[in-house]
């Protein structure tokens, strides 16, 4: 999986965790919903997130970086 597709299920997946958290737990998890929706949003005209650098320290290859063949 690259690193585009795994940035989108990672963030997808905690939306949906924060929005459960906020409905069965505290309101005050959607705080987290609005901060992952801001991050998401400010990385469009940045171009940089915080994940995207965490998962290409982890070795997660981009789209556009060259395949490599053993």
């Avoid at 987290?32 to 915080?50: I, K, R």
């Avoid at 650098?53 to 070795?59: F, P, R, V």
Wanted: include cysteine; aromatic fraction near 14%.
């Amino acid at each position: 999986m690259n690193l585009e597709r795994m940035l989108r299920m990672i963030a997808g997946i905690v939306v949906m965790a924060s929005v459960a958290l906020g409905y069965f737990v505290n309101p005050n998890w959607y705080w987290f919903t609005a901060f992952v929706g801001l991050n998401l949003f400010q990385s469009a005209f940045t171009n940089w997130c915080p994940m995207m650098t965490i998962l290409a320290k982890l070795g997660v290859q981009s789209c556009d970086a060259p395949a490599r063949h053993a």
